[in-house]
């Protein structure tokens, strides 16, 4: 009943009132149109509004992708964002990029953005605070973490080289210790780079940051240690026994 009540007392109206209403409502309809249109040119090109100011400004892309994919990831305290990928449009300058979660040790970065580039991270792994840690007794698993260390094997691209204090990523210094190092190896996807330093078995990403401890040794000895195919273990001999750890 309402609608038809309604449009009786519409066509009861006068046709000039009426022409007039529809001029208005597709008026407003086509500047709506004019307006999104406007915006999505503006943020394709990658223009951005600075409300502070009220000024339009170029933008930097920052894009993360990350493991766990439920961490929390963080642009200078702000744009708090749950799921990977994740990629922002920010203003030119810098920035500290956080990525986190509980019982995981965090990963931070500190950007300087410059307008109409992308800065972008990819598949940057948390690693556990306390991984859980069983006993190996595979004959199979205990065999490939006893197996002679050989760097064609291990480090396919052979452009991973190591010194008692220093890892090389073929020309590029990754970072230089202070105390010494031992038993260098890739993390599969060869974004982090794994080494015994005393009593820990330790992991670094490949740019020489976010340095994180994975286990802690029973002595400063030198063991022999591997990551599972798909990085989700660490296998590693502590003793006279062997270990796996699930590290993320």
């Known amino acids: 009943m309402g609608y038809h009540k309604v449009m009786r007392q519409y066509h009861h109206k006068p046709r000039d009132q009426r022409l007039c209403e529809i001029i208005i409502g597709q008026g407003i309809v086509g500047l709506m149109i004019v307006v999104v249109s406007l915006w999505l040119i503006f943020w394709g090109f990658g223009y951005k509004i600075n409300w502070q100011n009220m000024t339009i400004k170029h933008t930097g892309v ?8 439920d961490a929390e990831a963080l642009i200078s305290g702000q744009n708090k964002q749950r799921s990977s990928p994740y990629y922002s449009q920010v203003f030119p300058g810098y920035y500290e990029v956080a990525i986190s979660k509980d019982n995981y040790q965090p990963w ?14 990819k598949n940057v792994v948390l690693f556990k605070i306390k991984p ?9 698993t205990i065999s490939s973490i006893d197996a002679p260390f050989d760097s064609l094997i ?11 204090y220093e890892i090389w990523n073929g020309n590029t ?8 190092i031992s038993g260098v190896i890739w993390y599969p996807g060869n974004e982090y780079i794994g080494f015994q330093q005393t009593d820990e078995i330790r992991i670094i990403e490949k740019n020489g940051t976010n340095d994180n401890l994975l286990v802690k040794l029973s002595s400063s000895n030198e ?5 599972s195919w798909d990085g989700s273990s660490l296998l590693y001999k502590n003793g006279d026994k062997y270990y796996k750890a699930d590290i993320n």
């Open 108 to 121: 931070t970065a500190s950007i300087k953005v410059e307008a109409d580039k992308v800065y972008s991270f």
């Open 132 to 140: 859980e840690i069983q006993a190996l007794t595979d004959k199979d």
């Open 62 to 69: 920052i894009y993360l992708s990350y493991w766990p994919k």
């Open 154 to 164: 291990k480090n396919p691209q052979g452009d991973l080289v190591a010194s008692a």
């Open 223 to 227: 063991t022999k240690f591997i990551f």
């Open 173 to 180: 210094l990754v970072t230089r210790f202070s105390k010494p």
